[in-house]
């Protein structure tokens, strides 16, 4: 049991929080500002499948590093590991801040992807140090709020400076947070080894990444003009399949694997990362063509695009305590299993948005996604973990972790897809009339042609691109809600003989301590 006096340990905790921030602020900063990095004069006049990879890109590096980054901690100390997280994260986000490209924009994404990587487990593992087992379920509710503080601070604080400054500026709030975060680590954080190292996994990383990349690459150049029927587009995703076939069979023959496919053998552990997984893939995904629809199609300003993410972090952070006492009473199946169900249905009502459809509607249905998605992921992810042994718990943790970020990959790469081949594919005819050199140009993208059409002066081209785009979203909103629909199915049919959630075992202390 941790001997830190009580008053440190709220001290330790700030840090932890505010070092966690930083990874929930840049899930969601950028998508306030893709409107503007679309645009070929005030940003970076990047494609829309630039844009797919500078969102992407973050997540899938994040999940890939996750099992590295708690092997590293083990060995050098986790707060050497996270604070060397915050360096890179910081150094990312000046890089991105000023990037001169949309490649060198996605490549300092990736970086900073890594840095998260290294924040996030390190910072549970010294939790889990520091606190003793009746305060431990306190502090990690605690450190989990800093989603929700980042979730609502993040878009709105991103639209002030769009509104005021060069796109980069969005990545300019990381870094008063990461100096905020090294002080205090170096004068607050103990660093905590663990006796058992465990290995590193280097060829495991190499075939996850390089695996979910290639997948990745196929799902977001198919959505390019050319489409599907070119062979980058398929040997790409074959190759990435193949690559990640090799990692499972690879994990599968490791004694101590730093991810255990064997977990899925549970059958409630297999279906209740699915629907987590399906739940992360499509809210990343919509937030991709929400930004689009509010300040493309809508002709919002930044500020007020980040202000309508407002009443979803509310509902989040309402049904987050909401689900655990009702998943306490009533059981799982009933209560995730409703939530995922009504999240669906949420995205069905996407279809109901146009140009002209009224803002208070629009907040009141991201208002119930937010609270679905509260009541859904704190419970089912309890009930997930309680169906392990106590000795597996952390593997299952770092199991869970890494496919929820894959499904944040996937919710770009498909959704982002759908949204940009369906819009392609529909406003050709518009175009029909215009020169070749600009008709091609003008079809990649609705921000493409609303640039065209000012070009030309033709103000009637704006109309048919806006509500091309709104087809093309609710094309992709009818997928999402589909994919969570059967989450909440599959949820419901493994979790519903289940009358109470049981409590998770707390996990194994660390013994040898540097301070």
């Known amino acids: 049991m941790s001997s830190i006096d009580p008053s440190r340990q709220r001290r330790i905790l700030a840090v932890l929080v505010v070092s966690a921030v930083l990874i929930w602020i840049d899930s969601t900063v950028l998508g306030i500002a893709l409107e503007r990095l679309a645009d070929p004069v005030d940003g970076l006049g990047a494609t829309p499948g630039q844009l797919q990879w500078a969102i992407g890109i973050y997540s899938l590096l994040f999940a890939t590093a996750l099992f590295a980054a708690g092997a590293l901690g083990d060995r050098y100390g986790h707060r050497t590991v996270l604070m060397a997280g915050l360096l890179i994260f910081g150094g990312s986000s000046a890089w991105a801040a000023w990037a001169g490209g949309p490649v060198e924009l996605i490549l300092a994404r990736a970086t900073m992807g890594l840095g998260g990587a290294l924040i996030m487990p390190t910072s549970m593992a010294i939790i889990g140090w520091t606190f003793p087992p009746e305060r431990r379920a306190g502090a990690i509710a605690a450190w989990s709020s800093s989603a929700g503080v980042g979730v609502a601070v993040g878009p709105v604080l991103g639209g002030v400076l769009i509104d005021h400054f060069w796109w980069g500026s969005v990545f300019t709030i990381n870094l008063p947070i990461v100096a905020f975060g090294l002080v205090g680590a170096a004068l607050v954080l103990p660093n905590p080894k663990s006796p058992r190292r465990r290995k590193l996994d280097p060829v495991g990383l190499g075939l996850s990444t390089l695996g979910l990349l290639g997948v990745s690459y196929g799902l977001i150049e198919g959505g390019h003009q050319g489409g599907w029927n070119r062979w980058q587009v398929w040997s790409s995703i074959t190759v990435g399949l193949v690559l990640l076939a090799g990692f499972l069979y690879s994990e599968w023959r490791e004694h101590e694997p730093s991810f255990d496919p064997r977990l899925f053998r549970n059958r409630r552990f297999a279906a209740g990362n699915f629907a987590l997984a399906a739940v992360f893939l499509t809210i990343t995904g919509q937030s991709f063509y929400l930004a689009f629809y509010l300040q493309g199609a809508r002709g919002m300003s930044a500020l007020s695009a980040g202000l309508m993410s407002l009443p979803g972090a509310a509902g989040v952070v309402v049904g987050s305590p909401l689900g655990a006492r009702l998943a306490a009473r009533f059981g799982v199946a009933p209560v995730s299993g409703t939530a995922v169900l009504a999240l669906a249905l949420c995205f069905a009502l996407n279809l109901t948005y146009d140009v002209h459809t009224s803002l208070i509607w629009i907040g009141i249905v991201g208002g119930l996604a937010g609270l679905a998605i509260g009541v859904t992921v704190a419970p089912t992810t309890t009930a997930v973990m309680a169906t392990l042994p106590m000795d597996r718990i952390g593997a299952g943790s770092a199991v869970s972790n890494a496919l929820r970020q894959v499904g944040s990959v996937l919710g770009v ?103």
């Open 413 to 515: 790469a498909v959704l982002g897809t759908i949204v940009s081949s369906t819009y392609q594919h529909r406003i050709a005819p518009s175009l029909a009339g215009l020169p070749d050199n600009l008709r091609e140009a003008a079809g990649t993208s609705a921000e493409a042609t609303r640039h065209a059409a000012g070009t030309i002066g033709r103000p009637d081209l704006v109309h048919v691109a806006n509500n091309t785009f709104v087809h093309a979203m609710h094309t992709a909103a009818a997928v999402a809600s589909g994919i969570v629909f059967v989450g909440a199915v599959v949820l419901t049919l493994a979790f519903r003989v289940a009358r109470r959630t049981p409590e998770v075992p707390a996990e194994p202390e660390p013994t040898t301590v540097e301070v």
